[in-house]
């Protein structure tokens, strides 16, 4: 298994421009959610999901969308990067919200930077 | 508020010492934490988990110590490693609404001299 994989790696956008990062994961996990990590401030969540086809806002979502299209899928839009948006962003799945099963795991991570 | 905040920033040991990880939680109602390892340029890394129905938990080279009474989790590690040089972070989870999520803390960075 591949686990978390996201795509891009690394990209530099201009102030203005859209884009979207791709989360997959092979796992058959319920849960999804996007972060963001910035020095001092840790992982803040952005969005997440609990299953295909819903999604909702966790602590930061202002300046961003999501969708989960497919139960392995979920994607993190950007309509119009600002250099506040310059992170390294984390997409994590977790199988179920309850019991023990909660441990998130993480992808390798999106380096965008914001000019 | 709440949060998960570790007492540390940066943490030095030498090759071969034993590491102690401390961080503290707020929230009394959380039921389960985890540790995470992120090395340079990658993303967090589960190491180990308890759930605050337990005081203890071992796994191989690491222990997790939960104390409830203070609000206070630790993660040891034994015969410490240069490839244990990272940044650990410990996170609560919660439950809000219909998905979970982890509060994570600022982050200790262990640096571990030869």
């Known amino acids: 298994n591949a686990g978390v994989t996201q795509t891009p790696k690394f990209r530099v956008l201009k102030t203005g421009q859209s884009m979207t990062l791709l989360c997959a994961q092979d796992?058959?996990?319920?849960?999804m959610y996007w972060y963001r990590q910035d020095p001092g401030m840790g992982l803040r969540l952005i969005h997440y999901?609990?299953?295909?086809?819903?999604?909702a806002k966790g602590e930061v979502p202002d300046g961003y969308n999501v969708s989960r299209l497919k139960k392995q899928n979920f994607l993190l839009g950007l309509e119009s990067a600002a250099p506040s948006q310059t992170s390294v962003y984390f997409c994590?799945?977790?199988?179920?919200?309850?019991?023990?099963?909660?441990?998130?795991?993480f992808g390798p991570g999106t380096r965008l930077l914001v000019l | 508020g709440e949060s998960v905040g570790l007492h540390l920033p940066t943490l030095s040991v030498q090759e071969g010492d034993n590491s102690i990880i401390n961080c503290a939680y707020s929230?009394?109602?959380?039921?389960?934490f985890i540790w995470y390892k992120q090395e340079s340029g990658k993303g967090p890394q589960f190491i180990i988990d308890i759930r605050s129905n337990m005081d203890k938990r071992q796994g191989q080279r690491v222990t997790v110590l939960l104390n409830k009474t203070v609000k206070h989790l630790s993660l040891q590690i034994a015969a410490t490693q240069p490839g244990d040089s990272a940044v650990y972070f410990c996170a609560e989870n919660r439950i809000y609404n219909q998905g979970g999520k982890l509060i994570f803390g600022q982050g200790t960075e262990l640096s571990v001299k030869p």
């Open positions: 999901s609990v299953g295909e086809g819903t999604t």
């Open positions: 994590a799945s977790s199988p179920i919200a309850g019991g023990p099963r909660k441990t998130q795991y």
């Open positions: 929230n009394s109602a959380s039921d389960y």
């Open positions: 796992m058959n996990h319920e849960y």
